[in-house]
């Protein structure tokens, strides 16, 4: 994981508390490798807002490179899971858990 990516997490748990921060997709140039954009997926408590969170993160964001945010509710993550069809459960299967908080 990169310092981008370690920073665009922190960054992310100073604005919410997510239940789960992951990685699921890294965009690098052909030559040297290096980072271009990342995609990160985000799960939060139900009844967060969603719209409104996206855009407050995307706001404190201090990546030099693009991210790109896909944000669930608990809930909302729970039950697309059921459904292997589906985005967040490619995610899931996909992506590397880069934040849970320890229980």
């Known amino acids: 994981m990169t310092e981008a990516i370690r920073q665009a997490a922190q960054d992310i748990l100073r604005i919410c508390q997510p239940r789960k921060i992951i ?3 890294e965009k690098r140039t052909m030559a040297t490798g290096k980072l271009k954009a990342f995609s990160l997926c985000v799960v939060v408590p139900d009844g967060t807002d969603c719209r409104h969170l996206r ?10 490179v693009p991210v790109n945010l896909s944000l669930y509710t608990a809930e909302e993550w729970d039950d697309l899971l059921e459904d292997e ?4 459960a490619w995610i899931a299967r996909k992506g590397q858990v ?6």
């Open 85 to 88: 069809t589906s985005y967040a």
């Open 55 to 64: 855009t407050q993160l995307h706001l404190a964001l201090s990546a030099d």
């Open 98 to 103: 880069i934040y849970e908080p320890k229980t």
């Open 23 to 25: 990685l699921f997709a």
